[in-house]
């Protein structure tokens, strides 16, 4: 999403608003980072952007739709993930391009997405659960103890110290 700053930059307005809502592309950035997550729908942004006095700020809400699985069951899971942030904005000849503190403004024109993508990749679980006490799946057999106990053996002797069993006797 590219903003007009033409506005702010002549001191005709004060605060520039923006809503919109993109589809995270195919083989975009979030999709490459996030291959196991199911982007549902459209990450919605809604926000402003202040100017005061000569300082400009960018100010985002996010809201993100996804599906994924259970990192110990592997069931489905679907989650939203809300983010509130922002970001000091800058002119292009006022700072470094590689300065990642301040979005630069080239041409009179701000590109958001960017800013959005990045602390969407901030923000996101690195796992995410089915439910915060999910038991997972047994080591031996895999059947989800969600559902209940296996059957398996839960005390096994490692077969390395299985000799010092006979020092006993």
Known sequence: MILDM??????????????????????GLLVSVYEDVDFTDPIVVTGYVKNMAGYM????????KYDTMCAR?????????EITFEKDIASSGDVSSDNDDYIIIEDKKLDVLPSVEEQIMLEMPSKTLCKEDCKGLCYKC??????????CE?????????????LLK
Do not use: M, W, Y
């Not at 605060?15 to 995270?24: A, M, N």
């Not at 895999?142 to 059957?151: M, Y």
């Open 6 to 27: 033409l506005p702010i930059l002549s001191g005709a307005s004060q605060e520039l608003h923006f809503d919109f809502s993109f589809v995270p592309e195919k083989d």
């Open 57 to 64: 700020i960018l100010h985002a809400d996010v809201k993100v």
């Open 73 to 81: 069951c592997a069931e489905p899971v679907s989650s939203v993930l």
């Open 142 to 151: 895999g059947k989800n103890l969600n559902e209940g106990e296996c059957s």
């Open 154 to 166: 839960k005390h096994e002797v490692d077969p390395r110290l299985a000799v010092l069993k006979t």
